[in-house]
């Protein structure tokens, strides 16, 4: 079993910056990839950037490149998501995932291919 626990959330002003940490423990050896979601009141779930462990590569959604920035500590078994340029449209719960390297699904992708999760952080951007 895998558990992950979020950090770093909080409130900031538009254009500030904000880092998360997502720390993983118990058999965290067996992770291929981990991501950030995030969820706005009324709104679905949504992807926000991926990490893979295997070659770093990452991926990020539409509405935070060049803004936010994904990256690993392989020796802490811990992501980082940074955060700049933040908009008020940022503000939702962020969510840590990862996926099992049992499964090692070649794309990131939809809620459902992720097998572990985070209890959400808040983050929240004042206009």
């Known amino acids: 079993q895998v558990q992950l626990v979020e950090s770093g959330g909080g409130l900031v002003q538009a254009g500030g910056s904000l880092r998360l940490s997502c720390a993983a423990s118990?058999?965290?050896?067996?992770?291929?990839?981990m991501g950030w979601f995030r969820q706005a009141p009324g709104k679905e779930r949504e992807l926000v950037a991926d990490?893979?462990?295997?070659?770093?590569?990452?991926y990020y959604g539409d509405p935070v490149k060049g803004r936010f920035t994904i990256s690993g500590d392989n020796a802490k078994n811990t992501v980082y998501l940074e955060m700049d340029s933040l908009k008020p449209e940022d503000t939702a719960v962020y969510y840590c995932a990862a996926q099992s390297a049992i499964r090692a699904l070649r794309d990131p992708g939809p809620i459902r291919n992720y097998d572990y999760w985070g209890q959400g952080t808040q983050v929240t951007v004042s206009s």
């Open positions: 990490f893979r462990w295997t070659d770093s590569s990452t």
């Open positions: 118990g058999r965290a050896f067996s992770l291929f990839r």
